[in-house]
């Protein structure tokens, strides 16, 4: 069975400046998504970005940025310049079966504070 | 992009009762609907799947019974809690597949507190 690992619950950050949350994950499979979600004081499931394993190229969403590595099976989180409404939980997840195959697995997510 | 929207957003109800919670895909259409719970501080945990014109699959440990949901049409899932007791009180979020540019919409959520 698929699992997702976060190995950070709590994480802090000087605003304005650069923090990583990771992530690694076991699978057996070769074609499979992975997510970062940000869960904000409103507890809404916002999508930050998210990787095709078959893409070498990591992705970018302004500030965010990742790091895929996927022989090693790490899929981390690199936010720039840190703003204060950064602030949230931050989740890491995966699907498999190319997308198709159920629900996300998620990780057990890292709390990001994000200091003035 | 897909919205998921879920009523409603908290409800406080006696221990016995019931409660409906609604999750409607607005701009698409949800054949398949996922039901999670989240205690404070942790992460998602999935309680089931709807699919519309099936039954329910329930993950181990979640009592079907008690957690009734029904997908009665291609926009909406329903997920009740029967006879209610203060250890169901919880936030409780949906989740539908959507063009996977976007990752899965989720719903709002729902606290539920139970007096």
């Known amino acids: 069975a698929q699992t997702v690992t976060q190995s950070q619950p709590e994480m802090s950050v000087q605003e304005a400046e650069t923090v990583t949350l990771s992530c690694t994950y076991d699978t057996s499979e070769s074609d499979y998504y992975l997510f970062w979600y940000k869960q904000p004081p409103s507890r809404q499931m916002i999508l930050v970005i998210r990787?095709?394993?078959?893409?070498?190229q990591n992705a970018t969403e302004n500030r965010f940025s990742v790091n895929f590595q996927k022989a090693a099976k790490s899929f981390s989180l690199k936010i720039s310049d840190s703003q204060l409404g950064d602030a949230a939980m931050y989740f890491c997840a995966y699907i498999g079966g190319g997308g198709s195959q159920g629900n996300l697995i998620f990780g057990k997510g890292t709390k990001l504070s994000v200091k003035p | 992009g897909a919205v998921v929207s879920q009523h409603p957003s908290w409800v406080i109800c006696k221990s016995g009762t019931s409660v409906k919670i609604e999750c409607r895909s607005l701009d698409f259409q949800a054949t398949t609907m996922f039901w999670y719970r989240q205690f404070p501080k942790q992460s998602l945990m999935l309680m089931a799947t709807s699919n519309e014109g099936s039954k329910a699959t329930y993950e181990q440990g979640v009592e079907k019974d008690k957690f009734l949901i029904n997908h009665a049409s291609l926009t909406l899932s329903t997920l009740t809690v029967t006879s209610a007791h203060p250890e169901d009180s919880s936030f409780y979020i949906c989740?539908?597949?959507?063009?996977?540019?976007?990752?899965?919409?989720f719903g709002s959520g729902t606290r539920l507190t139970v007096v």
């Open positions: 989740s539908a597949p959507g063009r996977l540019a976007y990752g899965y919409t």
């Open positions: 990787q095709e394993a078959y893409k070498q």
